[in-house]
């Protein structure tokens, strides 16, 4: 594993670890087939993992600390990492989820990089795509554990921030993982977070009812927080020039990628069943055919597109209407 | 870079020789990562140059609009067999030339297949991937892309020589021995080196597009192709009398149709361009071929159509302008063409702005080389030969009157008149012109006028 570089990883002080998760925040969605295609022009961060940077960024100022920047992914991840390291953290990739790079997939910088972010266009900017979604699939243990290994390259860290939720994973559960794996308190959903004099920081959270709730976060901690109350800076002209020439160091798990939940299976949903009064006819054939709709003249299917939605709409509500189950 | 008394001296190495007040950070900054942008980035650094390349949206093409269609032969100079990877949704095989009245449609239709092997004549492509492709071929020639970040002025030295760019960013000031500015049409770092005058409406058309999803196979089967094989229609007239004209490309799984249309006329027919749009789409010629598609994109942007007799003058000292940003679009009635012109211009921009950075001397009389190549080749070559385009072409007669004229002609052809025997063609081309209030004479006249300008 390399260690990071930029210009957060000089100072000394507390070490400030804001992990970053780049994904497609514009993927598209076939509307017919529900296949998700990935571009690498949308990767860049959530507005609450940009909110994760600036927090880490202002509470290190504060500690006189440093940060350092974690992604983990494909190649594309260095775009914002160096984004990230124009701003002055320290930068580190993990190579997530762990496979073969040398085939090139997410080769190209990442589109949110500003510095040399053009790349030709990559079917799988974000890796394979099996191995993409099966990561989503699986749950956040082995990543935090991963993650945790590649920052302790760095250093112990005194605060570890995250967003809220990622955009396409979205359960919000990695930095709890993350703060088990470190043994730190943890904080989550938080929508402030200040460093206090004494080294413990203040948090803040929703509550229901508008009220939010107040508390003292000991460190080392690990926070999620909202993209709430906080203007983003932007990086010096300077500074992004030099960051977009510099390598991203890349971190290889050494682990397996296997978390505590195994997914063997994914099934269909299956609700709850429900009980349907027997059907009306003397003899079990007559019950059966009542049941199955057998033997009955049907509609048969009518394909009615592509139309536009207000002549689609129509077409259904005419069936509807026709079919009795609305009246006209 | 190629001279040994003016070493690179970009941000983070050693500092270079002076220009102006301060020393270069770089020897040639590009604004603007479009096609222009890219190609002159491509050429400057290809040359040896160190090269900063500048763009506002946070990728290339993030924020560029145009129609649709891209005639490649100009990319021979980037790379040889572009072709195989480039990023194209269709080749275009097939050319549609429709006269348009509300009810009337005639159309000149041509296909080929030669088109549909390399080398290629044209290709519908994004240009959030083209653009982004090609300023990919810039930085792997050495230039170094910086996305999100405005250039907001030029920077001058006390003899008010441009010297650099000033941009949004702290400490944003960049200094380099050749500015090339190729930030697209209505240019304001053009405007303010006093390059490029006030824009004119007179001269410049409001392009507006939809793009509409509509499944691949669809667009196969409507517009009768196969495989990576594309269509091109260009339209006149149905515009509500405003000069200009509509088009549709085929994407992939998408169509773009849009519409052209002259500034002066639109603000006078007090009418919402979308409006133009719902027209053509609604037209029954066209309707079919958009039965069930959906809108994905809206898009409007300026085409500079004033052509070769109101191009500015395309540089001063340290600065060179290319592409729109020059009024480098040809518009000329059946061609449409800037993203090929703009590649051209910014090839030439990038190669001289290198070679003045070598040489020490970004005077304007040695950047005047640029302007020399240009008028031997296609881009002022073509621009010269059809200068009398763009007026002809949004003419009162040829946008408002000829697209009824040789739609009724046509129509009283083919109508069958039993039992009144077939009129003479001449009559009917006396009655057409007659009916949409134009004189054989004008006509005779017209013709000679187009002749002149196409010849
Ligand atoms: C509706 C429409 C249809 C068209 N159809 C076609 C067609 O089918 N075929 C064809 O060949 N051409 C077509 N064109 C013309 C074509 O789009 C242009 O000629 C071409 O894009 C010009 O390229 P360019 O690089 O000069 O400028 P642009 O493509 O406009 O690129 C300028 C770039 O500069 C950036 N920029 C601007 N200002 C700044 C700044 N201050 N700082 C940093 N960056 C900046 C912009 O973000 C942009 O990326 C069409 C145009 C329109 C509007």
């Known amino acids: ?328 | 870079m190629a001279d040994e008394q003016a070493p690179y001296a970009g941000p983070g190495t050693s500092p270079g020789t002076a220009v102006g007040d301060r020393p270069a950070d770089v020897d040639v900054i590009v604004v603007g990562a479009g096609p222009a942008g890219a190609a002159a980035a491509l050429a400057a650094a290809r040359a040896g140059a160190s090269v900063v390349l500048l763009e506002r949206g946070p990728f290339p093409g993030s924020k560029n609009v145009y129609g649709g269609v891209i005639y490649g032969r100009i990319l021979d100079a980037v790379l040889p067999n572009w072709w195989e990877e480039v990023p194209v949704e269709r080749w275009v095989v097939r050319r549609s030339t429709m006269v348009l009245t509300e009810t009337q449609a005639l159309t000149v239709d041509f296909r080929t297949q030669t088109w549909a092997g390399p080398p290629y004549n044209g290709m519908t492509a994004y240009r959030a991937d083209f653009d982004s492709w090609l300023a990919g071929k810039a930085t792997a020639a050495g230039a170094r892309l910086v996305t999100s970040t405005v250039a907001t002025g030029l920077l001058r030295d006390a003899a008010g020589r441009v010297v650099g760019v000033r941009t949004d960013r702290t400490d944003g000031e960049l200094r380099a021995r050749v500015v090339i500015a190729a930030d697209g049409v209505n240019s304001f770092l053009a405007k303010e080196s006093g390059l490029l005058p006030k824009a004119d409406p007179k001269h410049h058309t409001l392009g507006v597009k939809e793009v509409l999803s509509l499944p691949r196979e669809v667009i196969d089967e409507r517009f009768g192709l196969r495989g990576q094989e594309g269509l091109d229609i260009e339209m006149l007239g149905n515009t509500r009398g405003i000069p200009g004209g509509g088009f549709l490309y085929t994407n992939s799984d998408t169509v773009s149709i849009g519409a052209v249309l002259a500034l002066p006329g639109l603000a006078a027919a007090k009418v919402r361009p979308e409006e133009i749009i719902a027209d053509l789409k609604a037209h029954p010629a066209i309707a079919p071929y958009l039965r069930g598609a959906t809108v994905k994109e809206y898009a409007a942007h300026l085409i500079p159509e004033g052509g070769y007799d109101h191009m500015p003058a395309l540089a001063t000292d340290g600065l060179l302008i290319a592409g729109d940003a020059a009024g480098m679009t040809l518009a000329a009635g059946i061609w449409l063409e800037g993203v090929n012109f703009a590649i051209g211009s910014g090839l030439v921009a990038g190669r001289v702005a290198a070679e003045a950075a070598a040489a020490g001397d970004a005077s304007k009389k040695r950047l005047a080389r640029y302007r020399d190549e240009l008028e031997k080749q296609f881009v002022l070559a073509d621009h010269k030969r059809l200068r009398g385009a763009p007026e002809i072409i949004l003419s009162e007669r040829i946008q408002r009157r000829y697209p009824g004229l040789v739609a009724d002609l046509v129509e009283s052809l083919f109508t069958v008149t039993n039992p009144e025997p077939k009129p003479g063609a001449l009559a009917l081309l006396r009655r057409a012109a007659k009916r949409n209030g134009v004189s054989l004479r004008e006509l005779a006249r017209d013709g000679l006028r187009i002749g002149k300008v196409f010849r």
Request: a neutral charge; proline letters at 9%.
């Open chain 1, 1 to 328: 594993m390399t260690n990071a570089t930029g210009d957060g990883a000089r100072g000394g002080g507390p070490l400030v670890v804001v992990c970053l998760r780049v994904t497609d925040l514009r993927p598209e969605v076939d509307p017919l087939t529900g296949v998700v295609t990935r571009s690498a022009h949308g990767a860049g961060l959530s507005a609450a993992d940009e909110a994760a940077l600036e927090r880490a960024l202002a509470i290190a100022r504060a500690w006189s600390g440093r940060v350092l920047a974690v992604a983990a992914g494909s190649p594309i991840v260095e775009g914002p990492l160096r984004a990230a390291a124009a701003l002055g953290a320290a930068v580190l990739r993990v190579a997530w989820p762990p496979h073969d790079e040398a085939d090139g997939h997410g080769a190209a910088p990442g589109a949110a990089s500003a510095v040399n972010a053009a790349s030709a266009v990559d079917p799988e900017p974000f890796g394979p795509r099996a191995a993409y979604l099966a990561d989503l699939a699986g749950d956040t243990r082995a990543l935090a554990e991963v993650l945790v290994d590649a920052i302790r390259t760095v250093g112990e860290p005194t605060l570890v921030l995250c967003g809220d939720l990622s955009p396409d994973r979205g359960t919000g559960a990695l930095p709890a993982q993350l703060a088990h794996a470190l043994g730190a308190a943890q904080a989550l959903g938080l929508v402030s977070l200040t460093p206090t004099d004494d080294g413990w920081l203040l948090a803040e959270r929703r509550l229901d009812g508008g009220r939010r709730e107040r508390l003292r976060v000991p460190t080392p901690a690990v926070c999620s927080a909202e993209a709430a109350g906080l203007r983003l800076r932007r990086a010096a002209l300077p500074a992004l020039l030099a960051a977009g020439d510099a390598p991203v160091p890349a971190a290889r798990p050494t682990r397996p990628a296997v978390g505590a939940v195994e997914v063997v299976d994914v099934r269909a949903y299956r609700p709850r069943a429900r009980v349907v009064p027997p059907p009306a006819g003397a003899t079990p054939r007559d019950r059966l055919l009542a049941l199955t709709g057998a033997l009955v003249a049907h509609d048969p299917p009518t394909i009615i597109g592509p139309t536009d939605a207000g002549q689609a709409a129509d077409a259904l509500v005419a069936y509807l209407v026709r079919n009795g189950y609305l009246t006209a």
